[in-house]
């Protein structure tokens, strides 16, 4: 690879320009530069019996320890401090600049406390300070919920644009801000992050209208983040949901196709401890209730099976996993009859036999009994609060689930 002289750099055989430098090493920033960290890593890691994972390339084993690697921080697991002690030992031996702070308590901006042997909270009360204060909101009255139950975002094409309006902060700064902190501690800001951030290339008075709403609430909740609980006898558990064309406004379908999109949520427990959420678009149009519930379904159970793999390799290296069976499964909760029936039997039906080879990715799994499909009343649907946004009551019910506690 080469690279062009850097700027003050001159060289005796005439114009800089004309003159190249070839790179011996990796530099920073370059678009190869993770992919050499982590080789770089790996071949260090393996000279000392670390094995990586087959099935997550962020994982590591040796005897009775793992170590997880997030970019350049990592958390060791293993049965005493003497043993992560003297493995870090060993890592620093083989030329690794690693420093040791201790057990947990803040990582990657997340507040971890340990309240009991049985209870361990995450929250990130720092960055939802730095959220409200972005936004001064003042004394403004808080919010009970983080989305209004009336209310879905659409493009607003004739609305003014928001850097016209009176706002005080930065659409795309606060919208990234609420983003991470959705995505590591508080699910129940989930379909209302995801409204706000598919409006930041072009948003209008309406979207900074709805982040305001969201830090009202953010106010009012600032204490609350994720608790885990283990309870040994629950195993794998999925709730996915759907919301069949939901956002749909005759109005506004002109300048905004996806409005005919169905929204796809999903929130995967182990153990009763919530460990992955979402909520997506789904990237084609959905022609009924049924192909919308069922592409939800496949893609909850794309972030499930790896999981399940993840933790057979576990069982395997002899780390305990909790499971209800024999083999690790995973039930799944779905409310539509349709999908259900689909799931179960996969036959050729005139209203389904369009629907894309690739949503059915887990039909084997089902076969085997790897995964358990079971059907689920749609008040007691927890994802339903990750695809629209729901009164009062439901909102808080669904949102304490989501959350833990």
């Not at 039909?363 to 085997?368: N, T, V």
Request: aromatic share 10%; hydrophobic share 35%; charged share 25%.
């Amino acid at each position: 690879m080469y690279m062009e002289l850097p700027k003050g750099i001159e060289t005796r055989h005439g114009s800089s320009k004309d003159h190249m430098l070839m790179l011996l090493s990796n530099l920073y920033c370059q678009k190869q530069a993770g992919r050499l960290w982590n080789t770089y890593l790996v071949e260090k890691l393996c000279s000392i019996e670390f094995q990586p994972s087959l099935i997550d390339e962020c994982v590591f084993f040796r005897d009775d320890v793992i170590f997880i690697v997030y970019v350049d921080d990592g958390i060791f697991l293993g049965p005493n401090d003497q043993s992560l002690t003297n493995v870090i030992r060993e890592i620093s031996a083989v030329g690794l600049d690693i420093e040791d702070q201790g057990h947990p308590a803040d990582y990657v901006g997340v507040t971890i406390t340990k309240h009991s042997n049985v209870c361990i909270e995450f929250t990130q009360r720092a960055l939802i300070d730095a959220i409200i204060n972005d936004v001064n909101i003042g004394n403004a009255y808080t919010k009970p919920v983080p989305a209004k139950a009336t209310q879905q975002l659409h493009a607003y094409k004739g609305s003014p644009r928001f850097d016209e309006c009176d706002f005080d902060f930065n659409y795309r700064s606060v919208t990234g801000k609420l983003n991470y902190l959705t995505q590591t501690s508080r699910s129940d800001l989930l379909f209302a992050t995801h409204q706000v951030a598919k409006y930041s290339s072009n948003p209008r008075k309406e979207h900074g209208e709805v982040i305001v709403y969201i830090v009202r609430y953010l106010k009012k909740t600032r204490h609350l983040g994720l608790k885990f609980r283990p309870n040994e006898s629950k195993g794998f558990e999925c709730y996915c949901d759907a919301d069949f064309a939901g956002n749909w406004n005759k109005d506004f379908a002109p300048h905004d196709p996806s409005t005919a999109k169905s929204r796809s949520g999903w929130v995967i427990f182990y153990a009763r401890c919530p460990i992955i959420w979402a909520a997506k678009l789904q990237s084609q149009v959905a022609l009924s209730t049924t192909e919308a519930e069922y592409i939800a379904m496949s893609m909850a159970l794309s972030d499930v099976i790896p999981i399940m793999e993840l933790m057979t390799e576990f069982r395997e290296r002899n780390f305990k996993v909790i499971c209800t069976q024999p083999q690790v499964y995973c039930k799944v909760f779905e409310d539509n009859s349709g999908a259900l029936e689909l799931a179960r039997l996969p036959k050729l039906r005139p209203r389904t036999k369009h629907i894309n080879i690739c949503y059915h990715h887990f039909q084997e799994h089902e076969r085997l009994g790897l995964i358990k499909i079971l059907p689920i009343s749609t008040d007691d649907q927890i994802a339903d609060a990750l695809t629209k946004p729901l009164a009062q009551n439901a909102c808080c019910r669904h949102h304490k689930y989501l959350c833990g506690a």
